[in-house]
């Protein structure tokens, strides 16, 4: 190996070692037994594993409901946002109707707004349709959002016009179209997009802790974030609940690597 692509290669094995550094220490934190981070220096590896913080956290910390209650919300959220964002980014990608690019324009406007500026507003209009403190109040901000909507367009853009009018021409109607000839085209931008809206659910803190009021409905981020206040010095204690909130989606995103990167990469490259 030549002495140029050696230095590279080790600088970017030293750059992910650090990156994943963290995690690491983080798990074997969790393992340790109660107070044993807080010596100085604080040690790398566990000396005696033990799983006694998992176990309070999952039996009586109130985490295993907290977990049940993400889990659930973020396949939900998942599921409505891709429909909702793989038919509105379609639409303006191959249907022809008044004012689309105009729409479209005010869409990828709005980016620009940070989301927190709209969370009063909506509270208040879920707060008058009897949302508020209900499952719906929390998957209703979820159901289209403008990066979706621009993630499938760009990669629907891609698909033959041609195609799809040879199907106009045999008959097929515009759901046929896209169920069978566009959709599994769009395999790879769903798969990243599925990614992204899981993720973005599961790792939400703000909306969930504004709109669920009933401790029993608290997502996960939620409740370790009240757990935190409780066990503050447990740093022990927290790892193992950084630990249950970080491997799912970690685990979710390796196994989805590959579409993931293929869908990020394909709305960019032709």
Not at 159 to 166: F, H, I, K, N, T
Request: proline share 6%; charged share 10%.
């Amino acid at each position: 190996m030549k002495p140029k692509a050696l230095l590279i290669n080790g600088l970017l094995w030293a750059f992910a070692a650090l990156a994943v550094f963290p995690l690491v220490w983080m798990v074997c934190v969790s393992l340790m037994p109660l107070g044993s981070a807080s010596s100085l220096p604080p040690p790398v590896l566990p000396h005696e594993p033990t799983l006694v913080h998992y176990r309070a956290l999952l039996g009586d910390g109130g985490l295993k409901r907290a977990f049940v209650n993400s889990f659930g919300l973020a396949v939900a959220s998942t599921l409505i946002s891709v429909s909702f964002n793989t038919l509105a980014g379609y639409a303006f990608a191959k249907l022809r109707f008044r004012h689309r690019e105009r729409v479209f324009g005010l869409l990828i406007a709005a980016l620009v707004i940070p989301g927190q500026v709209a969370m009063l507003p909506l509270f208040l209009m879920l707060k008058s349709m009897g949302l508020v403190n209900t499952w719906a109040g929390v998957l209703i901000p979820s159901m289209a959002g403008i990066f979706g909507i621009f993630l499938v367009r760009q990669y629907a853009r891609g698909v033959p016009d041609e195609l799809l009018e040879a199907a106009r021409l045999d008959g097929a109607g515009e759901w046929r179209i896209f169920w069978n000839i566009v959709l599994p085209t769009l395999k790879p931008v769903l798969v990243t997009l599925a990614v992204f809206a899981f993720l973005g659910s599961w790792n939400d803190f703000m909306w969930p802790l504004i709109v669920l009021t009933d401790g029993d409905m608290h997502t996960l981020p939620v409740a370790l974030a009240a757990l935190s206040r409780e066990h503050v010095q447990d740093s022990e204690l927290m790892m193992a609940g950084a630990v249950i909130t970080v491997l799912p989606v970690l685990a979710l995103f390796v196994a989805l690597q590959r579409y993931y990167m293929q869908g990020l990469l394909m709305g960019s490259v032709k």
